[in-house]
């Protein structure tokens, strides 16, 4: 029996366990970055784990997120992550190089290797036929010190593409239709693999927008093969020697396969609030728009934007509609202002941003009082974009300058000739923004800067023999950790200051909660399916943590977040019986008895409601070393332990 593409990455890497559906595995890294909201926490903790140098072939920390810097508190982190990046052997991507995820696929990512960075969407490297995932900032560090990257042995997910796409319709379209079909939870625990003739049709720019919004399917990572386009693509970047071929054997086995013949797919938009509230843009074009905003890392290469600036060219944005455009990194930029499309942009009236996540994590530009913001971005979770009653609808980015043009949502395939994007035979390459660490003998005299805004990791307590803790919050499905955690202008400069962000927690779902949590001291979080879906911001971890949060029981978690539960030290608990979810309420009182026995035994779990005098049966499935993680109190403590 063959090797689909993924199984053959895993099995090239696996370090530890047994390659069977849902048994725990560890993997080999071979390369790692960091973003700066999660990355300020990452190296905090790479740092207590007293590594000197990464072990990884290559290692790169971005600056993007970050960049509004309305006080001294981001660029303090800045020189915090580039001084130690120059310390410990990682390569520091300056502000104004670019999105984390664009640039990693245009200068450092390889076909063949393994990538974990601490954010949600890093398996935008699938593009290239890497295996990439999002890891909670601790999985980071831990796997820069050399340590493996564990995850469930994912099942095996085909996607067979057919046909070829036709004018007007866009990448974004086909991953909004895997998701129409799939839903956000439709990923979770497997891996989503592209193959067929259609695969041949897409550039590495198209099949990067697909692997990254693969995290929206909840889905451990997506990747493409590695083939002739794949080897033109670092051709053109001058990487040319870091191809190789890569693809499923002919008789690799599934354990799912989706249809889709990319010559039937029309122009597609996710509705608010939603990524998979998916609707073909016919049945609602006519809505009024009050901002469009074109780049992230999903829709920002150099091929989108050529696409965008040929539609606007001679042309005016709308008067009602305010049009934002990041470009995904200076390369693109540097592109785009030499062939002259910048100065389209530019006369058409669109505002150009920096080159950075931007309005994507609600860093400047939240839409009007109940505006419709049309984007080309990947997450539309409620309160997103800085503006809690805001409509915003993801869509491509043909789309999205067809409808800046005519200020209302537009089909483009009603407006005639479609532009024709050639992609380039070689990129401009000019990486003087990109810091190489100091060498082995010298990086002692590399001194750490830190600013005042960084203040202690939360400490965490082995785990108890016994719990009880009243019901400090109840929430429904698919719970974001834009809820649990929100991000923004206004929160994100106190990525690396706990206490600060924890007086925010939740707050998009109940403004009292931090105050509740405070008071009690201890609590535990009662949740829908989902739960923890979107981010990888282990800080959505770490506050609750902070907050006194035991537990947390749900019906069911999102892959990431619940490794970041478990690296904080906090139970994910799930109810046997879904229907139990109405047996708790909030405020009232719930027992667990000797969960530690428990929990290394694979014990049946009772949660005793004492208000309701009621057993709740809750599972908890761990692997061994999971079970330690958590009896140890995190995976701070435990690798600490074992040292
Ligand atoms: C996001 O898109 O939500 C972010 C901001 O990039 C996060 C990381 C973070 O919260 O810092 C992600 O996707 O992991
Ligand atoms: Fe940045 Fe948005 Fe991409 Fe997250 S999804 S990495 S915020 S551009």
């Known amino acids: 029996m063959g090797y689909t593409l993924a199984q053959k990455i895993i099995k090239n890497h696996l370090v530890d366990g047994e390659m069977t559906v849902g048994s725990e595995i560890g993997l080999k890294i071979d390369q790692t970055l960091t973003q700066d909201a999660t990355g300020t926490m990452a190296y905090l903790e790479f740092e207590a784990m007293g590594v000197p140098r990464v072990k990884t072939e290559r290692s790169v920390a971005y600056i993007d997120h970050n960049t509004l810097q309305s006080g001294f508190e981001n660029a303090d982190d800045h020189r915090f992550i580039g001084s ?149 693509f670092l ?62 890392c999903t829709n920002s290469s150099y091929t989108d934007l050529m696409t965008v600036a040929s539609i606007l060219k001679g042309k005016t944005v709308h008067p009602d509609v305010s049009l934002s455009i990041a470009p995904g990194s200076k390369q693109v930029f540097n592109m785009l202002a030499q062939n002259g499309a910048l100065a389209d942009l530019i006369a058409s009236g669109a505002r150009i941003l920096e080159s950075a996540c931007g309005p994507c994590i609600g860093m400047g530009q939240s839409p009007n009082s109940a505006g419709i913001s049309l984007r080309t971005f990947n997450r539309n979770f409620e309160g997103r974009s800085g503006t809690k009653d805001a409509g915003v609808y993801l869509l491509s980015p043909e789309t999205a300058a067809v409808s800046a043009l005519r200020g209302v949502l537009t089909d483009p395939t009603t407006m005639g000739e479609a532009p024709r994007i050639e992609m380039p035979k070689a990129f401009l390459i000019n990486d003087n923004m990109i810091v190489e660490p100091e060498s082995e003998e010298n990086m002692q005299s590399v001194v750490v800067l830190r600013g005042p805004n960084i203040k202690e990791f939360p400490a965490s307590d082995e785990l108890a023999e016994n719990i009880g803790a009243d019901v ?45 949590a405070k008071k009690a001291g201890k609590g535990i979080i009662v949740g829908g399916s989902n739960y923890g879906q979107g981010s990888s911001r282990e800080h959505a971890a770490l506050v609750p943590l902070y907050l006194g949060i035991k537990a947390v029981v749900a019906k069911s978690f999102a892959r990431i977040h619940r490794a970041n539960l478990i690296n904080a030290g906090i139970l994910p608990l799930v109810f046997k019986n879904e229907a139990d979810y109405d047996a708790v309420e909030l405020g009232d009182s719930l027992t667990l008895d000797n969960i530690r026995r428990h929990v290394v035994n694979d014990e049946p779990i009772i949660l005793r409601n004492e208000t309701r005098g009621k057993d709740i049966e809750v599972t908890c499935e761990l692997s061994g070393r999971q079970k330690d993680i958590l009896l140890a109190g995190g995976l701070l403590n435990y690798t600490r332990d074992k040292a």
């Open 84 to 232: 130690v990046a120059k310390k410990h052997g990682i390569y520091f991507s300056r502000p104004g190089n670019g999105i984390c995820h664009q640039v990693h696929l245009e200068r450092f990512g390889k076909p063949g290797k393994t990538l974990i960075g601490s954010d949600s969407h890093t398996p935008t490297g699938g593009g290239i036929g890497m295996l990439a995932f999002g890891a909670g900032g601790l999985d980071v560090a831990v796997a820069m010190g050399g340590g493996a990257y564990y995850i469930a042995m994912p099942k095996m997910v085909k996607v067979n593409l057919t046909g070829k796409l036709n004018d007007w319709v866009a990448a974004k379209d086909i991953i909004l239709e895997v998701l129409r079909r799939l839903t956000v939870k439709g990923g979770v625990g497997k891996i989503i693999e592209y193959t067929g003739e259609g695969v041949k049709t897409l550039s590495v720019p198209q099949r990067a927008t697909i692997t990254n919004m693969g995290a929206e399917l909840g889905a451990t990572t997506s990747v493409f093969p590695s083939d002739e386009i794949t080897k033109e």
């Open 472 to 516: 400090l919050l109840k929430v429904g499905d698919n719970i974001t950790t834009d809820h649990i955690m929100p991000a923004g202008a206004k929160l994100l400069p106190y990525r690396s200051n706990i206490p600060q962000l924890s007086n925010y927690c939740f707050t998009a779902c109940d403004e009292e909660f931090p105050a509740r």
């Open 235 to 296: 051709r053109a970047q001058g990487r040319v020697g870091d191809w190789q071929a890569l693809s499923a054997d002919e008789d690799a086995v599934y354990d799912e396969v989706l249809e889709i013949n990319l010559s039937e797919l029309e122009p597609l938009v996710a509705c608010p609030h939603m990524p998979d509230n998916v609707k073909a843009v016919s049945e609602i074009a006519g809505m009024k728009v009050d901002q469009v905003c074109i780049g992230s």
